[in-house]
């Protein structure tokens, strides 16, 4: 961009992320907007905290902050007219279409419904919404009782309702850091403003949320497929109608394809970090330390890491084992860690940190373990490898090519048994891992830095602003 253009203007759309929570995309996005100081950002948040709490400072080029409540019935905007005729009409046609297996377009749906009207009282007051909703309950859900479904059914249609009434910010780009109601949001600015709709995801939406769901102990029966259904079909809307979409390796690109984005308008821009960030001086302690970093929460699977904490604690007297992250996004699941902890008699050599500046620890960590079950192409191995610190992972999503599928520090997924033996294999070869380090050191450079990563989304956004 020349000096005499004007500043492009970027809208990231998150859902349940930055600037409120702390982790790999969060880390990501603050540090891509630091990075593009040429570019004005606005951030367009999607959460379902009415008071959520700043976790970063934000840059100075981020110029707009609207967020959006999820959660929160929206009163219809006054002066907002709609033409329900028309809209009953479109709606009708699409759920007939995808009912029928269709991929119906929402163009005309969206541009349709006015920014500032929200669906969520018209969807149960006309005859003929009612009529498909008792009718969607006798083919779905004989089995449960009408009201069950009928909840459901409001429930997951409130949300979309709030996300697709929803004013937009103004941007020359959307930016959507997933599908789902982010997605869909950015998809709903892309037709109404007429600008370009991004899509760049780190882990599959649709796939996060089925997990989730299946956990869960409060949806059964067909809540639980439609709720899963919500989710796969958005997905599906945004890959077919993102005009750019990015994956961090190659897997998931393919996965994205499967499900309607079109290939030559799909690539791959792996994560990347500087390396001088995280390349710490060196100061080693007496005995051993053994580390994970990231979030207490389920899809860590802190309870394997404490698991495999035990087996290497009973092995090694001079060893300590540290969970380094933030303690309080789920706090239930971080009192059942603490008791499993108190319960194994680990207390003395098991450390919660809560949230630290990392690079003190990993200027003494002898290994990183990640124990998630559900990972993309996680930022805490690439900074382990800028502060040589050997890693032993789980084999989920693009680690086992990031580790060069080296069977000698990868893991299927709850297996604690395998990740301490990784550990105890680099304790025991300190020169093969010294060999490892060195070679992942230079990966990074070449691979993942964050200069490549930088230079691949200022090419984005430009080619985003050519399609015009």
Not at 360 to 385: C, G, H, K, N
Request: hydrophobic content about 35%; aromatic content about 10%.
């Amino acid at each position: 961009m020349s000096n005499s253009s004007p500043r492009l203007r970027v809208c990231f759309v998150i859902e349940g992320s930055y600037p409120y929570v702390t982790g790999g995309v969060s880390a990501w996005v603050h540090d891509l907007i630091q990075g593009l100081e040429e570019i004005d950002f606005v951030l367009w948040t999607i959460s379902a905290d009415s008071k959520p709490k700043l976790r970063y400072t934000l840059p100075d080029n981020v110029v707009e902050h609207r967020n959006l409540l999820l959660t929160e019935q929206q009163a219809k905007a006054f002066g907002v007219h709609l033409d329900t005729i028309q809209l009953t009409h479109e709606v009708l046609a699409k759920h007939q279409e995808i009912f029928r297996g269709g991929h119906p377009s929402f163009r005309t749906m969206i541009e349709t419904i006015p920014e500032g009207y929200y669906l969520s009282e018209l969807s149960v007051t006309q005859d003929e919404y009612w009529n498909l909703i008792v009718g969607m309950n006798q083919k779905n859900n004989p089995i449960y009782p009408f009201t069950d479904y009928y909840w459901a059914w409001k429930s997951a249609h409130d949300l979309m309702f709030t996300v697709l009434g929803a004013p937009a910010p103004q941007a020359d780009i959307y930016h959507a850091l997933s599908t789902g109601f982010a997605g869909l949001a950015a998809l709903a600015a892309k037709y109404r403003h007429q600008k370009r709709f991004l899509l760049t995801e780190h882990g599959l939406y649709h796939k996060e949320r089925e997990i989730e769901i299946r956990k869960s102990q409060f949806v059964r029966g067909y809540q639980r497929d439609m709720w899963i259904k919500v989710y796969n079909r958005l997905s599906e809307v945004c890959y077919r109608e993102a005009d750019l979409i990015t994956a961090l390796f190659e897997e998931n690109r393919q996965k994205q394809i499967e499900l309607g984005a079109d290939p030559s308008r799909c690539q791959v821009i792996p994560n990347g970090i500087d390396p001088t960030k995280f390349g710490v001086q060196r100061q080693p302690r007496p005995g051993y330390h053994v580390g994970l970093v990231g979030r207490v929460v389920p899809i860590k699977d802190i309870k394997t890491f404490i698991a495999a904490g035990k087996i290497l604690l009973d092995l090694y007297d001079d060893l300590t084992v540290y969970c380094i992250g933030p303690t309080d996004e789920d706090p239930g699941y971080y009192e059942d860690c603490m008791r499993m902890v108190t319960s194994l008699k680990m207390e003395d050599r098991f450390i919660f940190t809560g949230r630290q500046n990392v690079l003190e620890y990993y200027s003494f960590l002898d290994v990183l373990m990640l124990t998630s079950i559900r990972e993309a192409q996680p930022l805490v191995i690439l900074e382990a490898w800028a502060a040589g610190v050997p890693v032993v992972s789980t084999e989920v999503g693009n680690v086992g090519e990031m580790l060069e599928y080296n069977t000698r520090y990868l893991s299927r997924p709850k297996d604690p048994e395998k990740l301490a033996d990784g550990v105890r294999y680099i304790r025991e070869n300190p020169k093969e891992a010294a060999i490892t380090l060195k070679s992942n050191r230079k990966r990074l450079e070449t691979l993942y830095s964050r200069n490549i990563l930088l230079q691949a989304y200022r090419d984005l956004y430009a080619q985003a602003r050519d399609l015009g």
